[in-house]
């Protein structure tokens, strides 16, 4: 992987594990040489992710649509900023800059945007591997709902299993990367639509 697109919060709690486990993520993509695909911002999460990664001289990309910029939060010290229009346009070009999706800590945007790529994998409308680095179990009750989707047959077992998790940025990326998709038409194949 060459770059990796990473979903997160706006926001940031001050938590210490969390902010840890940003350094660590953004030392281990320094070290491999990925480059950061991003929301753009210069706030939360995003903002942490961005600034320590550029401070270790990587690159970092970001796609913010132009309401945003308006109001302020754009980061002005990447290595490339894409103004778009609208919020499906930064998710599309995200997704087709990367290698790769991560999702850290974040709230209701997080969530639809790394909902929104999973279901594009799904769908086998990318082939990218897709991980959730669960900090300090903080999407610990989302992926039990996953697993309660599985129970109540709404969700295919080998779906549940496009989502890579581990508490650990080391482990994750190295789920990513030993990622295999499968044919691009098992979603179709399965329901007998093809």
Known sequence: ?????????????????LKQAVEQLAELMI????????????????????DAILQRGGKAIGIIPQFLMDKEVGHSGLTELHIVETMHQRKQLMSDLC??????PGGFGTLEEFFEVLTWRQLSLHDKPIGVLNVNGFYDLLLLQMDVMVEQKFLKPANR????????PIELIALMESFVAEPGDKWFKDRNLT
């Open 31 to 50: 070290n491999r040489d990925i480059t950061l695909i991003y929301g753009g911002g210069n706030v939360g999460v995003m903002g942490l992710l961005a």
């Open 161 to 168: 299993n496009l989502v890579l998790t581990s508490g650990d």
């Open 1 to 17: 992987m060459t770059s990796i697109c990473v979903f997160c919060g706006s926001s940031f709690n001050g938590d210490p594990v």
């Open 99 to 104: 290698d790769g999706i991560i999702m850290l």
